[in-house]
């Protein structure tokens, strides 16, 4: 069998290299541009769902990170405490749905599904529906929330999207989570 | 003259050489992202973008890629670019982002931008390179648009957003109804193009860029000499 | 609770995910490779096998090398070159070491480089890699997904060549002819998937 020769190796390797060594500076450079800006985004998206979720407060504060979820207080002008937005996160029909919930003395002011794209279009989409989640309004956060389909009883329960059990559910328990981190965290003070 | 042939290199991938109708390349975004007419059209833009930089460099750099690496320096450029439209998409179209999902990054696997690379900029110059790339991403954005609104019409009774009809039927935006209405749209292109006596596709491989690397194998293998629909594929 | 969620995210990819018909992705070689029995298996199995090894190199790769250095953006590219690597390392060992081997799956290696369906499944893996929840991935759910993936493309594969034996046979108008009536087909393959739909969890709840 002939040798390769040293041109042979040498020529090709060394401009793949170069091309890579290009590609590689453009992308360092691409991503110190907008890096700052992806990050504004993701931030803006979470902000805009806790306006949402407890539209009385000013400004948000965060009081603590768990494992489930982070919790932020609102306050207003005064810097008084108005409500309670938590994000929590619990995993859907395609992937993860993440919901902000806003609770205030005890009971739940609003949600809002702020992620959940991987989802199917028409069906666990509807989720983020304002018909579906304002069912949670007024709902009490320190008793479970069900579907309504599982339990005939009064109170906590909430119709889900049609088709949608799974991504319905989903909500449901992010909600639920969300009501357990505001026990636990802010308990009987407020 | 030089106008007319630049024109023809821009329309040609529009209708004639439409790559998601004609050549059936790019199934895998096809089917997957069209559920809606908006979603159509982020991915057609974000591919034509990829498609016409792409095809930019490699037609700059085509004298000077040794043949050897062509097909790994191919995908490393175009990986690149993929990068900087999916940094870009994130940071002034957030939303397309979070739509898209996966499917974004996975343009640098689509056989369209590696097909046209590997068959057209590699051989000409950068100029009809551009409009070739510019063509058919419009061409692939045509048909993504097509399915997109058809899709989005009878699975949720809207067109951007727009309610137009009353009934939903749902199958259509799930994974059966994205086979079912691509297979009728080629179905209807099929049949246009057999009105005008022209070859009918039947198989994704006719148009891959790898069909040169199957055919060799596939022949051996199968014993399918006459047969040119057996031809082991791929890419997607 | 280990075991059960690995079992749950195994079967997850192979029943409610499928990666060709509910995830459409690796749709040409479904297409194209799916008319013999045995070319659809061949296919499949080579694809399972370099879905598996993509991510057992690509997952360490993200989670300890670009991620801590603030590179995660260079994530497209380093995985594709990774996967043409490792395809092109695969198939001279094969066939050096194992030619048997060889014959009957290497002839699929080269194809699989840009199948969209393996850098799917590395990327999708590390989707699900979320420090903040309880739902996160390890190790070794990602080496289960992706093993799951390639199986239920197998499977996905096997079915639809059944279905297009079938086809062959039949008698369809002139129009659909080839591969429309293919995707119709599929289609249907498809709809059959969808009955999966919420299987996994009434079979194994989390919870």
């Known amino acids: 069998m002939k040798k390769m020769n040293f041109k042979e190796i040498f020529i090709p390797t060394i401009s793949l290299f170069i091309i890579c060594l290009f590609i590689t500076a453009a992308l360092a450079v691409t991503n110190a541009v907008t890096s700052t800006k992806i990050a504004e985004n993701e931030a803006l998206s979470q902000q805009q769902s806790m306006k949402i979720v407890c539209p009385d407060a000013k400004s948000f504060e965060l009081v603590k990170e768990t494992e489930d979820g982070e919790i932020y207080k609102g306050l207003d002008e005064n810097s008084q405490t108005v409500g309670y937005a938590i994000s929590s996160v619990a995993s859907g029909y395609g992937g993860q749905i993440k919901v902000m919930t806003g609770i205030n003395d005890g009971k739940i002011i609003g949600i809002d599904v702020y992620y959940n794209d991987d989802e199917t279009p028409g069906l666990g ?63 009987g003070e407020q | 003259m030089a106008t007319k042939s630049y024109m023809q290199e821009f329309t040609k991938g529009i209708i004639k050489e439409n790559p998601v109708l004609c050549l059936v390349l790019g199934t895998c975004p096809t089917l997957a992202v069209t559920t809606s007419a908006s979603n159509a059209i982020g991915m057609g833009v974000a591919a034509t973008a990829v498609l016409m930089c792409s095809n930019a460099v490699i037609s700059m750099l085509r004298k000077v890629i040794p043949d050897k690496v062509r097909i790994p320096a191919y995908i490393t450029i175009i990986a690149g670019f993929v990068t900087i439209v999916q940094m870009i998409v994130k940071a002034f179209a957030p939303t397309i982002n979070d739509s898209l999902g996966i499917f974004l990054p996975l343009i640098v696997v689509n056989c369209i931008i590696l097909g046209r690379a590997e068959m057209y900029a590699s051989k000409n110059p950068v100029f009809p390179s551009i409009l070739d790339g510019l063509g058919m991403g419009v061409g692939f954005t045509a048909a993504l648009l097509c399915m997109g609104i058809i899709r989005e019409l009878l699975g949720s009774g809207t067109v951007f957003g727009v309610q137009l009809i009353p009934v939903q039927i749902l199958i259509f935006i799930l994974p059966p109804g994205g086979f079912f209405v691509f297979g009728m749209l080629i179905a209807i292109a099929n049949k246009l193009n057999s009105k005008a006596g022209k070859k009918v596709v039947d198989s994704p491989c006719q148009g891959c860029p790898m069909s040169k690397t199957c055919k060799s194998f596939a022949c051996e293998k199968e014993n399918c000499e006459n047969s040119d629909k057996e031809v082991a594929p791929d890419v997607s | 609770m280990l075991v059960k969620s690995l079992v749950s995210v195994f079967l997850a990819a192979i029943l409610t995910e499928n990666y060709v018909l509910c995830k459409f992705l690796g749709i040409c070689p479904f297409l194209g490779v799916s008319k013999k029995l045995n070319t659809a298996v061949g296919m499949s199995v080579a694809v399972t096998f370099v879905m598996v090894l993509a991510t057992a190199v690509t997952f360490p790769i993200y989670q300890y090398l670009l991620v801590p250095n603030d590179l995660a953006y260079l994530q497209t590219i380093v995985f594709i070159l990774i996967i043409a690597g490792l395809v092109q390392l695969v198939e001279i060992v094969l066939k050096k070491y194992i030619p048997s081997l060889y014959q009957s799956l290497g002839v699929y290696l080269p194809l699989i480089t840009t199948n969209c369906a393996i850098l799917g499944v590395t990327m999708l893996v590390l989707q699900k890699v979320d420090t903040t929840t309880a739902y996160t991935y390890t190790y070794g759910h990602a080496l289960v997904n992706s093993l799951g993936a390639g199986v239920g493309f197998l499977v996905a594969m096997v079915m639809f060549a059944g279905v297009r034996s079938r086809i062959e046979t039949a008698d369809i108008p002139k129009s659909l002819k080839g591969l429309p009536i293919t995707l119709v087909a599929a289609s249907l393959v498809a709809l059959s998937f969808l009955g999966f739909s919420g299987f996994v969890d009434k079979l194994i709840p989390l919870q």
């Open chain 1, 125 to 187: 989409k509807n989720t983020s529906n304002e018909s579906f989640t304002s069912q949670f309004k007024g709902l009490v956060s320190d008793d479970s929330i069900v579907v309504s389909k599982d339990y005939a009883g009064e109170g906590q329960q909430v119709d889900a999207v049609t088709s949608s059990t799974i991504s319905s559910k989903a909500v449901i328990d992010a909600v639920n989570k969300a009501c357990d981190i505001y026990h636990q965290e802010v308990g």
